[in-house]
Each structure stands twice: as structure tokens, then as C-alpha cells.
């Protein structure tokens, strides 16, 4: 653990903030650019994968292993949200024939 938290040190925290920003930037523009929907949820992993990154490096710079806690929390969140989103994408594949979020309109009543 000790290895762990050295190297962590040794990278200035500018640079975990720089990289996160640009992943979460990225997955924001694939939510808003796309119109497939496992692009979207992908790009929704990838947002919530930057904030996890994020809240380890800041919870080892500041030595609370808090941050760290919630990231497992996060994980776990995520991880019910993609068989719930993958079981969504599967009921719309199914009844449209497509996985394009601009079909999903013939599902109106």
C-alpha cells in the first residue's frame, strides 16, 4: 500500500485533474454527439470512471481513505446501471429492430 501511495505522490494532482477533465469531456461529447445507445452508456461509464479516478487521487493526496470507499460505491452503482441499460437496449433491439435512439419515437402511443 505504501508503493501505491508513493507513486500516487509523485504524480503532481494538476495531472490527475487534467486528465480526468478531458476523459469526462470526452464522454460528455460521445452523450451529446451520439445517437447510439451503446455509445451513450459507454460514454456514461467513461464519465463515471473519470470522477472515480478523480476522487482517488484526491482522497491519497489528502491521505482519507473516504474517497476511496465511495469509489467502491460508484462501482457498484455502475455496475447495476449497465444490466439495467443493457437489458433496456435489448427490449428496444427487440421491438425495433435498431439500437438508434431517434427510433425510439415509433414506441409512443
Same mark, same amino acid.
Given at each position: 500500500?505504501? +508503493?501505491?501511495? @508513493?507513486?500516487?505522490?509523485?504524480? =503532481?494532482?494538476?495531472?490527475?485533474?487534467?486528465?480526468?477533465? $478531458?476523459?469526462?469531456?470526452?464522454?460528455?461529447?460521445?452523450?451529446?454527439?451520439?445517437?447510439?445507445?451503446?455509445?451513450? &452508456?459507454? /460514454?456514461?461509464?467513461?464519465?463515471?470512471? /473519470?470522477?472515480?479516478?478523480?476522487?482517488?487521487? &484526491?482522497?491519497?493526496?489528502?491521505?482519507? =481513505? @473516504?474517497?476511496?470507499?465511495?469509489? &467502491?460505491?460508484?462501482?457498484?452503482?455502475?455496475?447495476?446501471?449497465?444490466?439495467?441499460?443493457?437489458?433496456?437496449?435489448?427490449?428496444?433491439?427487440? +421491438?425495433?429492430? @435498431?439500437?438508434? $435512439?431517434?427510433?425510439?419515437?415509433?414506441?409512443?402511443?
Amino acid at each position: 500500500m505504501d +508503493n501505491l501511495t @508513493s507513486t500516487m505522490q509523485a504524480v =503532481p494532482l494538476n495531472h490527475y485533474i487534467w486528465l480526468c477533465a $478531458i476523459i469526462f469531456t470526452i464522454g460528455v461529447v460521445g452523450v451529446l454527439t451520439r445517437r447510439n445507445a451503446i455509445v451513450i &452508456f459507454m /460514454s456514461v461509464e467513461l464519465m463515471l470512471n /473519470s470522477v472515480n479516478l478523480l476522487l482517488t487521487a &484526491f482522497s491519497v493526496h489528502h491521505n482519507d =481513505p @473516504s474517497g476511496q470507499v465511495f469509489v &467502491f460505491f460508484i462501482m457498484a452503482l455502475a455496475a447495476a446501471e449497465v444490466a439495467v441499460g443493457l437489458a433496456i437496449i435489448v427490449m428496444v433491439y427487440r +421491438n425495433t429492430q @435498431s439500437i438508434d $435512439i431517434n427510433v425510439l419515437n415509433r414506441l409512443k402511443w
